[in-house]
């Protein structure tokens, strides 16, 4: 009680006589709201009341003076408490505003990891008039009552930020429409924004906050009176929709996406976004839990996997909870697997197009299992990487790398270089390239022989700490690569700043070339961006003899692809593609 007491003392001395807003800001609830004792002065959310205090501080730039201040501990709990404070404060009179006010305060506080934060405060002016009178006014306390109750109830329930329902207030309200008089088909649809945090990363978090709320305003239009959406994760939107049928249900959610975003927002980022939305059609709308239905929604979202995602609208299969059962299964017996080495490199070799000739190859690789199965890179990769194992299993592919290396050259072969995929999970952890440097020594493998690859999403996800790598690799002898350019949010500009040596074209860049004016126009400007940057252009799926004479006319370096080769076991490859010195 004297801890919460205290806090108090300190908001109200920070509040009137510190005039220090910041310091507040520090002690309140993502989730706070406020009565005021003005008429209509009832607010929510960190980012109304810092509008409320500019507007306050341009009245009276001075400070109060407390006179009299009592704090009282007046319900306490594990999680909630409530203190009760009465202040009699008054203006500095050489200000020039005279003001003595008696205040009374209902602050209501809440735990939140480990502290006590600010959820609530309700503030009122003494009637003096009525100071000889010790009764209580029904009528207007109710009402005030009221007020309090609704501004709580909606704090609780709504989202700070967007002004739509949060996950509690959602499924709240979805379980009110869901099992209401009118027997409706509903569908429980829950999407995310497909690279969202490249948008916070490039554009800043307040435009990313920004698209948020537009999303929501979106929403909020889109949906008909007995229907419900909220935001229910950081960029994670649910909705329950009424719906005919399945091609009803397509046709509106195409609609939601071609207005998803205002179109200020959508100059502002300069770019499009794409969603990808997994949807539960359940068959007794009132069986079911809201949550376990909103986790079938989700288990629907994530079955899709790369660039698939964009704009896809999947529906969930009970086949979906096998497939999650099988990831993480899979997940399970990696460990193991890397001890006994069921994980082989595999090598595709890049042909050089002036010459002709091998110009180098991507490692690989291909998960052996004990019972013959061979998986392939989509089917564990995203797994590694979601839960941090990737960090080892890169070490080990590189180790493995540097191994068969060492063995080609021991036997007399010319090494080209070899690219390698490292995750962007890796430009967060302290001393990463000593540890790079120092695998690839271990073997005395020759540092122009291996080309450390990186996403395009990571060097505009980690553009400062994606430069400073560029530059150590250069001085330690290695080349940096750009992947799947073509893919991610990256603008020309932005990619000639980064200091790669080779530019991977994506293969959707290649895609009806041969019927799109517009397709040859790009690929065209971007392996020109290469050149004039003094970058490797090399074009990845490349499967016909069609795309091959194209991009050779149009000055591309190298091409990797079927049409040259398939990847290959790193044997097959030291025999069919390497030569002696």
Not at 30 to 41: A, C, N
Not at 50 to 71: D, H, L, P, V
Not at 388 to 403: A, K, T
Not at 482 to 504: C, E, N, P, Q, W
Request: hydrophobic residues 40%; charged residues 25%.
């Amino acid at each position: 009680m004297q801890e919460l007491e205290a806090l108090a003392r300190k908001l109200a001395l920070a509040y009137f006589v510190q005039r220090d807003y910041e310091t507040i800001l520090e002690y309140l609830s993502p989730e706070f709201s406020w009565i005021g004792t003005g008429e209509v002065e009832i607010g929510k959310g960190t980012a109304q009341l810092r509008r409320y205090f500019k507007q306050e501080r341009s009245t009276y730039e001075g400070a109060f003076t407390i006179e009299r201040a009592w704090y009282h501990t007046v319900f306490s709990a594990p999680e909630m408490a409530v203190v009760t404070a009465l202040l009699d404060v008054s203006s500095d009179p050489k200000s020039g505003m005279v003001m003595e006010m008696p205040l009374r305060f209902s602050a209501v506080y809440r735990r939140e990891q480990g502290r006590w934060l600010l959820v609530h405060l309700h503030n009122s002016v003494a009637y003096t008039e009525q100071e000889k009178y010790p009764f209580l006014n029904p009528a207007a306390a109710q009402k005030n009552y009221n007020l309090l109750k609704k501004a709580v109830v909606q704090a609780k329930n709504q989202d700070a930020l967007t002004g739509i329902y949060n996950l509690e207030g959602f499924v709240q309200r979805a379980g009110e429409l869901r099992c209401g008089p009118q027997q409706r088909q509903y569908a429980l649809v829950k999407f995310g924004i497909n690279n969202f945090r490249y948008i916070n990363r490039v554009c800043g978090f307040d435009t990313g906050d920004a698209v948020l709320c537009s999303i929501a305003g979106s929403l909020k239009e889109f949906c008909r009176t007995c229907e419900a959406c909220g935001r229910v994760e950081k960029d994670v939107f649910a909705l329950l929709l009424a719906y005919k049928g399945k091609a009803d249900l397509d046709q509106r959610m195409e609609k939601l996406r071609q207005r998803l975003l205002s179109p200020e927002i959508k100059r502002k980022i300069g770019a499009e976004i794409s969603f990808t939305a997994g949807v539960y059609l359940p068959a007794d709308l009132c069986a079911e839990p809201m949550k376990d239905m909103l986790d079938k929604a989700f288990i629907a979202m994530e079955s899709c996997k790369g660039e698939a995602r964009k704009n896809k609208l999947l529906y969930y299969d009970p086949a979906m909870n096998e497939q999650r059962f099988e990831e993480e299964r899979l997940m399970r017996q990696a460990p193991e697997a890397l001890e006994k080495g069921e994980f082989c490199l595999y090598l595709q070799p890049q042909l050089e197009l002036a010459e002709e000739t091998l110009a180098g190859a991507e490692a690989l690789v291909r998960w052996q299992r004990p019972d013959g199965t061979v998986l392939l890179p989509d089917q564990f990769i995203p797994m590694f990487e979601h839960n941090g194992f990737i960090l080892e299993f890169d070490f080990y592919m590189l180790e493995v790398l540097c191994r068969q290396l060492r063995a080609w050259l021991d036997t007399g072969f010319e090494i080209k270089p070899i690219s390698i995929n490292q995750s962007r999970r890796h430009l967060c952890s302290e001393g990463y390239l000593e540890r790079f440097c120092a695998m690839v020594d271990r073997y005395k493998v020759p540092h122009e022989c291996i080309v450390f690859e990186l996403t395009e999403s990571a060097f505009v996800e980690f553009g400062g700490e994606t430069m400073a790598l560029a530059r150590q690799l250069h001085q330690q002898g290695f080349l940096l690569a750009i992947d799947d350019f073509g893919t991610g949010y990256a603008s020309l500009h932005s990619v000639s700043r980064m200091a790669a040596d080779i530019l991977k074209i994506d293969r959707s860049l290649l895609e009806n070339f041969e019927t799109n004016p517009r397709s040859r126009v790009i690929l065209q400007k971007v392996v020109e961006m290469a050149r004039e940057t003094q970058m490797i252009s090399v074009c990845e799926g490349v499967e016909t003899p069609e795309q091959k004479g194209y991009l050779k006319q149009l000055g591309c370096d190298w091409i990797q692809g079927f049409l040259y080769a398939r990847p290959m076991p790193a044997q097959a490859f030291g025999q069919n593609c390497l030569k002696r010195r």
